[in-house]
């Protein structure tokens, strides 16, 4: 019996979050990032903005230059935007206890067999998106299919507040007029390679024998895309319990040589990461800084913390000088940047394997009870009066 996947993905969260919280301003583009006439990106924007071409990772002022005057321009509130999600993943932990958190406003659900308790997977899908509308006031686009990728491009296929199901039988139909750029593994680097056989869409790469993708692509890639073409990919969901790392990256719009852009990118990376990491109750050792360069070049630097965290000032700090590193040692700087991410890995569970990073040039601090207990106070404040309550930052580290 083929499984049921279930993906949910908030849309536009942030902008949408800003949206609900202050009703003036639905109907007008919102940007959620750096402000105009500031060094930055757009971390997430509103359905209306994306009308003018804004999408996220877009330099400021490029989105700035595009935008009409009405637009509203705000810093994130991560505080509260995790709140928010942690308000939704409880309510779909109620649809289905296999849930697997992948960002702070995306999920997967393993809603097997739920067909004999609630019905078909469209009713399935049409409670997880009313769920989350009764828990938070807001709308998600539901996908359903039998593994991961098929869930994953069925939300993706009608956004915003959509619902697609994707039977086993009917998955061929559905990947056969994507363009193949919608498989994993097929990017910058080897997209024009399937082009120049003549490849536009799925459907063209199924038609492709295997040894031909093979010698294409490489053994291992040619395979792997071979089978999503065909439908096939990992039909599992993996709990937070079983996660072993946790990451954000950001694929750029266009090429960023400016530090100030990656540095700011870094910043929210952080935020994300640790947001999630403290909301599966993770603290981790191992911070990894995330690079690709024009031409698909990808570079990862990892440092070793002295003791495991999942504070966002440890781990911006830590990732920007992995960034710093490699633009003094490996010429990074003024190389233009496609993708840039952060992970945290190396759960304090497994410190016993992990090894002190004897090497890095300024080893950070154990933090101390005290400053735990501040921590704690902390959210604990800003979880019960919301913003504005009490405020942290992260330093800027320049």
Do not use: M
């Given at each position: 019996m083929p499984r049921l996947i279930l993906h949910v993905d908030l849309d536009a969260f942030y902008a949408a979050v800003?949206?609900?919280?202050?009703?003036?301003?639905?109907?007008?583009?919102?940007?959620?990032?750096?402000?105009?006439?500031?060094?930055?990106?757009?971390?997430t924007c509103s359905y209306e903005a994306r009308r003018y071409g804004v999408h996220s990772a877009m330099p400021i002022s490029q989105a700035a230059r595009r935008l009409p005057p009405q637009t509203v321009y705000l810093r994130p509130d991560m505080e509260r935007y995790a709140r928010v999600s942690r308000q939704i993943m409880r309510v779909l932990a109620d649809l289905s206890p296999v849930i697997e958190q992948v960002s702070i406003d995306e999920a997967y659900l393993d809603v097997s067999g739920l067909e004999r308790l609630m019905g078909s997977p469209t009713h399935i899908g049409q409670s997880a998106k009313t769920l989350i509308q009764d828990a938070v006031g807001l709308t998600a686009s539901v996908g359903i299919g039998p593994n991961r990728l098929v869930a994953k491009l069925a939300s993706d296929s009608h956004k915003p507040d959509g619902l697609t199901i994707v039977p086993a039988e009917v998955v061929g139909a559905f990947l056969d007029p994507l363009p193949l750029t919608v498989l994993r593994g097929v990017g910058a680097k080897t997209a024009p390679r399937l082009h120049a056989l003549g490849l536009q869409t799925v459907a063209e790469v199924r038609r492709l024998p295997l040894e031909t993708l093979r010698r294409c692509l490489g053994a291992r890639?040619?395979?792997?895309?071979?089978?999503?073409?065909?439908?096939?990919?990992?039909?599992?969901?993996?709990?937070?319990?079983?996660?072993?790392?946790?990451?954000?990256?950001?694929t750029f719009g266009a090429d960023v040589t400016d530090q100030d852009v990656l540095r700011e990118t870094?910043?929210?990376?952080?935020?994300?990461?640790?947001?999630?990491?403290?909301?599966?109750?993770?603290?981790?050792?191992?911070?990894?800084?995330?690079?690709?360069?024009?031409?698909?070049?990808?570079?990862?630097?990892?440092?070793?913390?002295?003791?495991?965290?999942?504070?966002?000032?440890?781990?911006?700090?830590?990732?920007?000088?992995?960034l710093e590193s490699g633009c003094r040692s490996k010429g990074w700087s003024g190389r233009p940047v496609r993708l840039i991410g952060l992970g945290l890995s190396g759960w304090a569970g497994d410190a016993a394997s992990q090894q002190p990073d004897l090497f890095a040039q300024q080893p950070l601090p154990a933090p101390r009870p005290r400053d735990d207990r501040l921590n704690a106070t902390l959210d604990a404040i800003r979880d019960r009066f919301g913003k504005g309550s009490v405020q942290r930052g992260l330093p800027r580290y320049r």
């Open positions: 800003e949206q609900r919280d202050r009703p003036d301003w639905r109907g007008l583009p919102v940007v959620v990032g750096a402000a105009p006439g500031r060094r930055g990106v757009v971390a890639a040619g395979t792997l895309v071979h089978q999503q073409a065909h439908g096939l990919a990992d039909d599992r969901v993996y709990p937070d319990t079983a996660r072993k790392s946790i990451s954000k990256e950001t870094l910043r929210w990376a952080a935020q994300e990461v640790g947001y999630l990491a403290r909301h599966a109750q993770h603290a981790g050792l191992v911070v990894t800084l995330k690079v690709r360069f024009r031409g698909f070049e990808t570079h990862t630097r990892s440092r070793t913390l002295a003791v495991p965290s999942a504070d966002d000032r440890v781990l911006f700090k830590t990732a920007l000088e992995l």
